[in-house]
C-alpha cells in the first residue's frame, strides 16, 4: 500500500518513516521549487492553525514559525531579521493588543 503526500516535510522524517519499517520516497527540491512548497506549507500551517486550539494551537503556531524561518533564509534573510522589521512596524503602526476594529472611515467634506 501507498500514501502519497507530495509535499515538504522536515527534514527527520524521512528517517522517522525508515525507524517505522517503511520506505520513503523523496527527491531534492530546486530553490524555486522549494520557494513554491514553503509557500503551500506555510497555507497548511495557517488553516491547522485556524482549526487548532489550547495546546494544539500553539503546536501549530510553533509550525508555522519554523516554515516562516525558513521562508527568511530562502530570501538571504532570518527570522530574527523580520522579529526586527515586525517590532520597528509595531513603534510605528502598533500592535494589536488594543483589540481595535475598524469598520469604516467617514470622509471629510
Known sequence: MERVYNKLVRDNIPEIIKSKGETPVTRILNNDEYKKSLEEKLFEEYKEVIEASGDDRLEELADL???????????NSSLE?????????????????????????????
Open 81 to 109: 531579521h523580520i522579529i526586527e522589521l515586525a517590532n520597528k512596524k509595531r513603534e510605528k503602526r502598533g500592535g494589536f493588543e488594543k483589540k481595535i476594529f475598524l469598520e469604516k472611515v467617514i470622509e471629510s467634506e
Open 65 to 75: 514559525v519554523e516554515v516562516a524561518k525558513s521562508l527568511a533564509e530562502s530570501e
